[in-house]
């Protein structure tokens, strides 16, 4: 039976073994392993560690689609920086909503008005 090749390839796929269409593999870094902290911008440190103390709060889950970039991302934040994926996406979010805060409003207007 062919499964088996089929369930290896889908395993590879979701590893990242497998380049998608329109993307070649990239070969592994010569320099795998973690920045060292003196090597970084101490703003960038702040900045990380903000995120890592991020705390989220709920148990609510939502499968969201990613673009390929921003998953190339999230797949090295965890090993290069000690962030979880969550924290880094609810700290994001958060900061995003902070800074527009006329995105609020919209929101907050538009369910006053389905109130009524």
Same mark, same amino acid.
């Given at each position: 039976m062919g499964s088996g090749n089929y369930i290896n390839k889908l395993v590879q796929g979701v590893r990242g073994e497998i380049p998608t269409s329109g993307e070649e593999k990239m070969? &592994? $870094?010569? =320099? $795998?392993? !973690? +920045? &060292? /902290? !003196?090597?970084?911008?101490? *703003?960038? @440190? *702040? %900045? %990380?560690?903000?995120?890592? @103390?991020? /705390? +989220? =709060?709920? &148990?609510?889950?939502? %499968?969201?689609?990613?673009?390929? /970039?921003? &998953? @190339?991302?999230? !797949?090295?934040? =965890?090993y290069l920086f000690g962030i979880k994926v969550t924290s880094l996406v609810n700290y994001v979010c958060r900061d995003f909503l902070e800074n527009n805060p006329e995105l609020v409003n919209e929101i907050k207007k538009s369910l006053n008005q389905l109130k009524l």
């Open positions: 070969p &592994e $870094s010569i =320099n $795998s392993g !973690k +920045v &060292e /902290k !003196k090597e970084r911008d101490p *703003e960038v @440190d *702040e %900045l %990380l560690e903000r995120i890592r @103390d991020y /705390k +989220v =709060n709920g &148990e609510s889950r939502r %499968l969201i689609r990613m673009d390929s /970039k921003i &998953e @190339d991302v999230f !797949k090295h934040v =965890n």
